[in-house]
């Protein structure tokens, strides 16, 4: 849903929306419940990707690490979603530009873009290569470590927690497991996600504001104070944890499903075992 982008790239100086939930009635009421789902297209396209480079990234380096210790964990999710860049910048630029457009209008008069394949022709059209890649240095910034945390916290979980197959308990530990990494990631990558938008949204309208990271930081954070690295954080927490709880559950019992229950044990067990380290490990949404 778009309140996320809308409440990070907002003007101090004429705020359309006080908060989550103002965020979420005002789309509603101005632009249909259809305003809550724009620039969706661009990570329905992308996602695929994305998850098979990261699961093919993240378990390749934890072989060639050759021990499932958490700090190879950590920098096995480095690699994974430093390399995924490539994929999910272009994606998330073509969401957060479907996301502006228009705002506050139930129907826009000026639509620049028909979806988000049409907004990445026609940035590409009009900036080139370049142009599509707008915010690729914070994106990686952003993910390399994201991502390394995001693995690090659920398997430190998921060891502490001992979830094993004939646990009854099992699926929700790893729903827990799972919603507390999504939030760990993101609150240790937060403000590099809010310079993101900002870049990304830059020059929507024919007008930029910033020349590059640091001129966005030192702007923002003059003109807003440290208030605005936090823009929107409660309502990315609130999707994060279901999200990532469905997803690190759902790939996990799909791994212990095709494993067997011989290799699935050896698997969720919180010593290590040599068949960790052939592990691979889901992402976020």
Partial sequence: MCNLVRLQVQSADKPLYRGTHHCFQSIIRQESVLGLYKGIGSPMMGLTFINAIVFGVQGNTMRLLG???????????????????????????????????????????RKLYKNSLDCLVRIYKKEGVRGINRGMLSTVVRETPGFGVYFLTYDVLTRSLGCEPDDLYMIPKLLFAGGMSGIASWISTYPVDVIKSRLQADGVGGVNHYSGIMDCVQKSYQKEGWRVFTRGLTSTLLRAFPVNATTFATVTLFLLYMRGDETGMKDCEPAPQPLRQQQVQPTSL
């Fill in 67 to 109: 021990k499932d210790t958490p700090l190879n964990q950590f920098l096995a999710g480095a690699a994974a979603g430093a390399i995924q860049c490539v994929i999910c910048c272009p994606m998330e630029l073509a969401k957060t530009r479907m996301q502006m457009q228009g705002t506050g209008e139930k129907k826009s008069s």
